[in-house]
């Protein structure tokens, strides 16, 4: 039983650092990321609040996509 969670965690790291590393270089392309129309942001003189919707329903939609091909080839 062990084992498995140790392989799960490893794969969990992996797709962690697999993530990173596109989000890195989309940011270093020039995708807006995080400055999408729909992210929010809240400044004030000590605190700053960053909320960004539009990025999130992008990254979502992606994945969707993503899946639902998955799901389809897998058939």
Sequence with gaps: MMTGLGKAL???GILLIVIGA??????????PLGRLPGDFTYKSKNVTVFFP?????LISIVLTAIL???SRLGR
């Design 22 to 31: 596109v989000l890195l270089a989309a940011g270093r392309v020039g995708l």
């Design 10 to 12: 490893i794969g969990l």
């Design 53 to 57: 919707l539009g990025t999130s329903i």
């Design 68 to 70: 639902y091909l998955i």
